[in-house]
């Protein structure tokens, strides 16, 4: 952590990047971050493949420097933020969860620092801070503050709490360890307010949303012994209520929270008219080696990946390699 310390301390300007479809962790750790070297009064830009989400942006301050790739023509005039020393790159299990595009200018750089907590042997950093244990990107920023006697203060407490209250699920994953709330508490203690952060984060449903979920919920079906339930969306629903697929991102977690379910699966078409499969497990079985089968990957507990079949055979698909699965796991 010294040494990140002082990379930070000897350098001047900074970008700082994240994964696609950043979340709030992601946000959080990377907002922190930019705020600390704000403090030093270094040149930063966060750089993103994607905006931020929109229920992440009561957290961003008016004048943000902000790129995302995807909003931009990649002209070189605005490549100017190549010519920073140094990229700290943050809730990276590698450098490709960057986008393509953006790891590829990032692997150009002669510093780059790499904070992550994902389970993953690939330091691609001159610099890595990785620890598997922490619940999120945020408690290792606030690791790192604590040893250089940073004061946290209002703002990046409220950036370091939303990313640890949205990375545990609320407090509610394997990852909500005796730590997780220690700093959470931390946090209120300077200023933060979950009732209204809970808010702001989870009580921002837009109604085609909860109109696309209700024709998804009527697809929901369970498997006979009760162990893995489904649920999809079609994009003649999501026309119908004028929604895209960002809008379908939380829908298997009502798929994971049904009584008795170990395996949960969600079904989206692709504007390709492919089969988008995510796949969730609440029990020992890794579905990130199911996902494989179909060319995908991911997590031991959460995986994805895509099928070029219409949505009934992708399901069957999905469904069947569990179950030899689940039969070769037990043999
Ligand atoms: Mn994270």
Not at 71 to 100: K, P
Not at 228 to 254: P, S
């Amino acid at each position: 952590m010294g040494d990140i310390l002082n990379v930070i301390k000897g350098n001047d300007s900074f970008i700082i990047s994240s994964h696609i479809n950043p979340d709030g962790d992601a946000v959080g750790s990377q907002l922190a971050v930019y705020s600390l070297l704000k403090d030093l009064e270094k040149s930063v830009c966060i750089v993103n493949r994607d905006p931020i989400p929109f229920i992440y942006k009561f957290l961003l301050e008016n004048d943000l420097p902000y790129i995302s790739l995807k909003d931009m023509e990649m002209a070189e005039n605005q490549n100017s933020w190549m010519d920073a020393q140094v990229a700290i790159v943050l809730d990276c299990a590698s450098l490709a969860r960057t986008g393509d595009a953006l790891a590829e200018k990032i692997r150009k750089f002669d510093k780059i620092i790499n904070i992550d907590h994902h389970a993953s042997k690939e330091e691609f950093g001159h610099y890595n801070l990785i620890d598997p244990e922490a619940c999120a990107t945020a408690e290792l920023i606030f690791d790192l503050m604590s040893y250089g006697d940073i004061r946290i203060g209002r703002k990046r407490a409220d950036y370091l709490y939303t990313a640890i209250l949205t990375d545990t699920g609320s407090f509610r994953y394997g990852n909500s360890t005796p730590k997780a709330h220690d700093i959470a508490s931390r946090m209120i203690k300077e200023g933060v307010n979950p009732q209204k952060i809970a808010e702001l984060v989870y009580e921002v449903i837009p109604y085609q949303q909860a109109k696309l979920f209700g024709m998804s919920l009527d697809t929901l079906e369970i498997s006979t012994d009760g162990k893995i339930a489904q649920m999809w969306v079609t994009n003649d629903m999501m026309e119908k209520t004028g929604t895209t697929a960002e809008d379908t991102e939380d829908f298997i977690d009502y798929v994971r929270s049904l009584r008795g379910v170990e395996i949960a699966l969600f079904f989206r078409e692709t504007e390709g008219n492919n089969i988008k499969a995510s796949l969730r497990s609440k029990n020992n079985l890794d579905v990130s080696k199911v996902a494989a089968v179909f060319g995908g990957g991911g997590h031991k507990a959460a995986a994805g990946c895509t099928i070029q079949e219409p949505i009934g055979k992708a399901r069957k698909m999905v469904v069947d390699a569990l179950k030899k699965y689940q039969h070769w796991e037990k043999a």
